[in-house]
Every structure is written in C-alpha cells, then in structure tokens.
Nanobody
Framework: QVQLQESGPGLVKPSQTLSLTCTVS??????????WTWIRQPPGKGLEWIGY???????YYSPSLTSRTSISRDTSKKQFTLQLRSVTPADTAVYYC??????????????WGQGTQVTVST
C-alpha cells in the first residue's frame, strides 16, 4: 500500500518561497512509470495541477506556474519537494501530493496525500 504524506510550514509571508515535501512509503519514487505530482485547491475553487517529477527525474510544470515552480527529489529518502517562489495571497490553498500514471494522454492519480493547508499572509 503506497502512502504519501505532505509536510511543511502552514504559513508563508508574501514574496517568500513556499516549500513542501512529500514523503512516500510503500513504494519507490523511481519505479516505472509513475509521476509524482503536486496539486492544489484554493478556497472555494477546483483542483489545480502544479507539476510533477517523473520516475526518471524529469520535470514538467503548469505553464501558468512554471516561472515560479521547482520540483526536486531525494530518492534515498523517498521524498519529493515543491518550491513555489514569490508567493502571494492567491497561492493560499490546500496542497496535495499524489502519484500519477498516464493512460493515453490522461494523467490519472491513484494515491493521494491527505493535503496540507498553506496560507500566504503577513
């Protein structure tokens, strides 16, 4: 059974960098062909895909966030980390990590973390 757990600060000041880590248990983050993904949900809005780091280590980000986003990994710790730079209150959301797998051109998610609330405020 794969489990994912997000961790990181719940409060970030505007213009700073949001940093969250997802720790995976019950599986390896280098196993073919999984895509380790960050997703968020702002209050009152739908889910927004942020980006992923693939089993190979390659990364792909949402075009709307790519200039501020980095996703990296530590394979020995089975962790992957999101960094979102220059945050504003619009980045306030519940942030989720998830495991994705492509079916054709669709990226489906079978395991999710419980989510962590991040608020951007002074």
């Amino acid at each position: 059974q794969v489990q994912l757990q997000e961790s990181g600060p719940g409060l970030v000041k505007p213009s700073q960098t949001l940093s969250l880590t997802c720790t995976v248990s019950g599986g390896s983050i280098t196993t073919n062909y999984y895509y380790w993904t960050w997703i968020r949900q702002p209050p009152g809005k739908g889910l927004e895909w942020i980006g992923y780091i693939a089993y190979s280590g390659s990364t792909y980000y949402s075009p709307s966030l790519t200039s501020r986003t980095s996703i990296s990994r530590d394979t020995s710790k089975k962790q992957f980390t999101l960094q979102l730079r220059s945050v504003t209150p619009a980045d306030t959301a519940v942030y989720y990590c998830a495991r994705g797998e492509y079916s054709g051109s669709y990226l489906n998610f079978d395991y999710w973390g419980q989510g962590t609330q991040v608020t951007v405020s002074t």
